[in-house]
């Protein structure tokens, strides 16, 4: 499986982006996707995951309610909607794949997760 991430910019704050992870190869419904991001001398943080079969969404809480996510089976894409952008969601995105996710509790880590695409930079500015 092989992720490829796109659709970051520029924006000002409160503005929105919208980022894709086009999936190529077998996808599996039990797959989740997951998105995290990582600002210069930070830790890659967990924004998102999407559960590929059913397509249910969990959100780091400070990004809960100003983005969404979706994906489209037809494409193999997840979209990442971002509104409401702040300063301090500047960062670079990725995308990955979690093949065998936990079962009990959403995957929010970077080892939980096998595959990444690159990343996709996003820039909010004041």
């Known amino acids: 499986v092989q992720l490829q991430a796109s659709g970051g910019g520029s924006a000002q704050a409160g503005g929105s982006l919208r980022l894709s992870c086009s999936v190529s190869?077998?996808?599996?419904?039990?797959?989740?996707v997951g998105w995290f991001r990582q600002a210069p001398g930070k830790e890659r943080e967990f924004v998102a995951a999407?559960?590929?079969?059913?397509?249910?969404?969990f959100f780091q809480e400070s990004v809960l309610g100003r983005f969404f996510g979706s994906r489209d089976n037809a494409k193999n894409t997840v979209y990442l909607q971002m509104n409401g952008l702040k300063p301090e969601d500047t960062a670079t995105y990725y995308c990955?794949?979690?093949?065998?996710?936990?079962?009990?509790?959403?995957?929010?880590?970077?080892?939980?997760?096998?595959?990444w695409g690159q990343g996709t930079q996003v820039t909010v500015s004041s």
């Open positions: 190869g077998r996808i599996v419904s039990e797959y989740t």
């Open positions: 990955a794949i979690a093949k065998r996710p936990r079962v009990s509790d959403w995957s929010t880590a970077k080892s939980d997760y096998d595959s």
């Open positions: 999407i559960k590929w079969g059913d397509n249910i969404t």
